[in-house]
């Protein structure tokens, strides 16, 4: 799955083109490689987008099309 269609899904970002401007801004790196949007993420992956408030470091747990909102922070978890 492409790294901006898994940031909506997991709803990490509310919209999916928010997450394609930040991948082209560099604020997105996955295993400490700065990624593009369409870089296909898999689980196991640790993931860190910057934020203007910080960082949010994670690693994606699973992957799905579709999830329900109340299942979203199923599919990653929050690290240190």
Not at 48 to 60: I, N
């Amino acid at each position: 799955m492409r790294i901006d269609k898994f940031l909506k899904v997991s709803r990490i970002l509310k919209r999916r083109t928010v997450a394609q401007e930040a991948a082209e801004a560099g604020k997105i790196s996955v295993n400490g490689r700065e990624v593009k949007p369409a870089y296909r993420v898999k689980v196991g992956d640790v993931v860190e987008l910057a934020f203007s408030a910080g960082v949010l470091k994670f690693r994606v747990l699973e992957l799905r099309e579709t999830v329900k909102k109340d299942d979203a922070a199923k599919l990653y978890e929050v690290i240190g």
